[in-house]
DNA sequence: ATGAACTATGAACCTTGGTTTATAGCAAGA
DNA sequence: TCTTGCTATAAACCAAGGTTCATAGTTCAT
């Protein structure tokens, strides 16, 4: 599978996969060469890349998951996925808050909109 | 109140808070200035800063943030706050799957640390 | 066998949300 | 009055996560 095709497959666009490979976000099992020195990537790499993207999009940051792929100790991967777990529920619970917050907005009852009406 | 009080009682950076009004984001109304050009913050700005706080941990970005605090229309206010919501919402599921997607990941059983310990 | 589309590389560039620096004018207690 | 600390300004700087550019070789349908 070549460039373009993962870029498809994974709605990345290709200077986004060269990026992840800079990073060496992308184990090198993943990619090899051909006889014309173009990548060759590995049909699991269309799920890892997925799965890259969720983490990222959780808030992992990619410092963050080179240690969960890279031979850090086991221990501290572990620590890592957990607090990353705390993150979430924490961020959960923040959002709830949130939303009744922007009802209230929506039916004029938050300060924060009256403080912004007041101004004008 | 001068900057170095709104600063502790916000747990803002004073220079967040000039890089904030230098966006706009903190309306007029909210500031005045002394016979030394020095700030004089409303009370109630400290209110309004946690606000905005809020809403940028939220996911809104400053530019949508001027859009509410601006004369915009209150469509588009309207709509960007339903917009954000429905964000929050579709956040919320994601975040579901994601902490079960790392608890896979804690006890080993996630293809992605699978392919990780491929790797090496 | 040719042109449009794909691949490679390194380096420069971009955006967002801030922080730091350089320089200078007030403040306020010891 | 001296010193430590707050205030002001504009401009430069920063980190993260990418994207774009310049240049050059490759592929493939027509």
Redesign the pocket.
Known sequence: M????V?RRTA?????L??YERKQLIPETFIS???????VYDEEVVQYLQDVRML?TLGF???ELLVLVSESSPAAKTALVRDKITYIQELEAKLEASKNFLNDVLAGKANFQTRCRAAH
């Open positions: 070549r460039a373009n095709e870029s990345l666009p290709v200077s986004t060269r990026f060469r051909d006889e014309n020195n173009y990548r990222l940051t990619i410092e």
